[in-house]
């Protein structure tokens, strides 16, 4: 057995996730991630990213009987991840920060401290899974279907991946809990953490009001028009606005309107009918791959949001960047959010960051 | 390897002397002291031998010391208790302090500065022991000052010049409290001392029980409650009295003293062996405060290209037990005060503190230089890495 390093948030997840290490025999430590905004005074806010959540995690690891440690990663969360978030909506994306966080910020920092502490291998509670052959680590969705994680994960460096552990990814969420409630954990009936965590409000508008200055073109008036280029309307900041967001518009449209595209350059907001939200041409850039990449023409499962349903889809070019034809159009394919590619066994091939879509009509 | 303790700073086990002298006062012996009756009388008898015991350790009169619940406590009713009873006829007194004073003086002193009870001076400290006295000067000329200055400090085990400021002090006319919680025990600590008029003792600290500590109050000298209740320990700390603490302290304080020259003996011996291991396999390290007369008990080490809360999670996870500076609030990582006003708020070095006790042997430490060098390895390699 292994001394083994479990990032725990104070969450019902890694709390099972370390006591199944421990039962497995593992010499474990547990770890919190102190990332931003907590005051040195606890608040009583019962998010898991409050102090709370350090000090549930520290109370579950004194049940389990191991050493639980926190890291302060303030900095490099702010860089890597808040600074990231507000650069992308500036520019009129829609990122997706919980990527960076988790592909980069947790892990990259958890195996470097994780070996200073001698450990051999790492551990968290996401549900996804992760394969060990003699040649090659493969990732894979976790088996809860409404819980998998493996979205966020895709970005990782495919050389930390024989290193990882995910002990709840082959459990369901019910099945976590159900375990938590056995081994009497006080983070069994813990409520999920369901924002981006350092938005706990959910209203971004106001983070990026404080993070850019006041001058930004994100933040300064434009035009509301249609892909014809007729121009009914005006709005306060694109900062404001995300792709597949429906917009309230004044002086009465028959059908609702949607956010089709946010032009910053123009600070101009394309919006439209149900029906123009749909595209099937993907261009996705910043790749990274968990696998080989694959070759133009091979058929994969693409996941273009957070907890979307993977579609059949055929990778048309690849080169450092790359094209995807859906098989069918989706709505509000964003750019800034990541694009997953899945084989057909659950198998996360790589991703991307969605750079454009548009519709084969459109080309032809 | 089995796991070394060097965290005696923070506290220490209970000797079993204490707990033997305790225990008939935790079951058959468990009267008030404030009672009439011959369940009272015992109580109060036991109390009162125990305030003899530890009044003889300190060289003061039983009436000059109050039993409180911890040196925390004993720090704030000296140095608020002393200000506030200098401020009755409404003169605002001036109190100072050194820079590198624990919490329990250092943030007492800065909320009663805030709230307008008193004017507070920093007196600042050198990594060579000394202390600026000049602005002291000035405060004792210029009216009432109350000084608080503790005499070994817990998170470098630097000897602070109390003699010298008892002089100062005493020749102007002002109050000296001092915080010799990590000095009993490790130095020669009198009561006497000229100048001295309130002194802080902890218990757990010594191998007595947690929350347990003592003021010693020099006669005359007035100070105000910070508690009101019943008129226990003068009135000056209310409360039903906590008689097999106050035994079990006293037992504890009394062995401390007696077996300090010894001990200390012991003690410098290691420490300095061990420090030399550490000198000769570690390159960038530094003993902090080494040019100052030190308690033979505490070796604080800065060391450099670490990650100081990291390397200590390393030291624990090899099963050395140490601390930072002294122990801090879960999820704080605040630097400490104590070294940024003695090296500079731009010192880059980790601070770790070893601090030995009774139990203490040469091959604790050989196997705590050992591990410190194999961490401090492994550290700066993931430094070098990233």
Known sequence: ?364 | MHPVYLDHAATTPMRSEVQEAMAPFLSETFGNPSSLHRWGRKASAALERARDLAAGALEADPGEILFTRGGTESDNLGVLGRCRAISQDGTVPTLAISSVEHHAVFDTARGAESRGELRLVTLPVHTDGTVDLAPLETALRNGPTVVSVMWVNNETGMVLPIPEIGRLVEEHGGTLHTDAVQAVGKIPVSAQLPGISLLTASGHKIYGPRGTGLLFVRDATEIAPLLYGGGQERALRPGTEDVAGAVGFATALRLAVDEQADEAMRLSVLRDAFEGRVLAEITDVRINVGGATRSPSISSLGIGGVDGQLLLNALDMEGIATSGGSACASGSTAGSHVISALFGSADTMATVRFSLGRHTTESDLVQAAAVLAQVVGRLRAMEKAS
């Open chain 1, 1 to 364: 057995m292994s001394r083994v390093l479990v990032a725990m948030s104070g969450g019902v997840d890694s709390s099972v996730a370390a006591a199944l290490l421990v039962e497995a025999g593992h010499e474990v430590v547990g770890v919190t991630m102190k990332t931003f905004c907590f005051s040195e005074t606890p608040s009583h806010s019962k998010t898991c990213c409050g102090l709370d959540g350090i000090m549930d995690a520290k109370r579950v690891a004194d049940a389990l009987d191991i050493p639980h440690y926190v890291f302060d990663v303030e900095e490099d969360f702010t860089r890597d991840v808040i600074d990231d978030f507000v650069s992308e909506y500036s520019q009129g994306r829609t990122p997706n920060p919980c990527v960076n966080c988790n592909s980069n910020t947790k892990f990259k920092d958890l195996l470097a401290r994780g070996e200073a502490l001698g450990c051999e291998r790492i551990a968290s509670g996401h549900y996804v899974r992760v394969e060990h052959g003699s040649q090659r680590s493969s990732l894979l969705r976790g088996i809860d279907p409404d819980k998998d994680q493996s979205y966020f994960l895709w970005a990782m460096p495919r050389s930390m991946l024989p290193k990882l552990l995910f002990p709840v990814g082959a459990l369901t969420k019910g099945e976590v809990r159900a375990r938590a409630r056995e081994l009497e954990l006080i983070t069994a009936d813990k409520p999920e953490s369901q924002e981006i965590c350092f938005v706990p409000t959910g209203n971004y508008r106001d983070l990026l009001e404080k993070r850019l200055p006041p001058v930004h073109p994100a933040l300064q008036p434009g035009k509301v028009l249609r892909r014809s280029g007729e121009v009914i309307g005006e709005h306060g900041g694109y900062a404001g606005f995300t792709v597949g967001q429906r917009k309230g518009l004044r002086g009465g449209f028959p059908e609702p309107m949607f956010v089709l595209e946010i032009r910053a350059g123009t600070r101009e907001v394309v919006v439209g009918t149900r029906d123009e939200l749909f595209e099937d041409i993907v261009e996705i850039g910043g790749l990274n791959w968990l696998e080989e990449p694959p070759e133009a023409g091979t058929p994969v499962r693409a996941q273009l949001r957070y907890r979307a349903t993977a579609v059949s889809a055929i990778v048309s070019r690849i080169d450092d960047a790359l094209t995807l034809e859906l098989a069918e159009p989706l709505a509000a394919v964003s750019p800034g959010q990541s694009a997953v590619l899945f084989d057909d066994q659950d198998r996360v091939l790589g991703g991307g960051r969605i750079v454009g879509a548009s519709t084969r009509a459109a080309i032809s």
